[in-house]
């Protein structure tokens, strides 16, 4: 399975943007798909996951309200609606794919990465 995310870029505080993830292979076998994201200096952190059966979705407390994840009807696409972006929201957005079912939050949960895209955020 190979994952390809674009939609990054350069946005201003209260902008929006839309991150698209393309997974291909063998994508039979996945059952949810998400986003992290990395800033420089700090962890890896969740922050929405997809499952491609039924569209159900789970956020991050910090992104609730704001972002909304969605995934198209061949279940091998997902995307991240972002609005009200926020310059703490500027990271590099990472989709995961798990061949597990479940809406996790862990990173270790998913199997598949993609390469990340760049979200900048600015004030």
């Known amino acids: 399975v190979q994952l390809s995310e674009s939609g990054g870029g350069l946005v201003q505080a209260g902008g929006s943007l839309r991150l698209t993830c393309v997974a291909s292979?063998?994508?039979?076998?996945?059952?949810?798909m998400g986003w992290f994201r990395q800033a420089p200096g700090k962890e890896r952190e969740f922050v929405a996951t997809v499952a491609l059966s039924d569209g159900n979705t789970r956020y991050a407390d910090s992104v609730k309200g704001r972002f909304t994840g969605s995934r198209d009807i061949a279940g091998n696409t997902v995307y991240l609606q972002m609005s009200g972006l926020k310059p703490e929201d500027a990271a590099t957005y990472y989709c995961a794919a798990s061949k597990l079912q479940g809406l996790s939050s862990l990173d270790s949960w998913y199997d598949y990465w993609g390469q990340g895209t760049q979200v900048t955020v600015s004030s």
């Open positions: 292979g063998e994508t039979f076998k996945l059952y949810d």
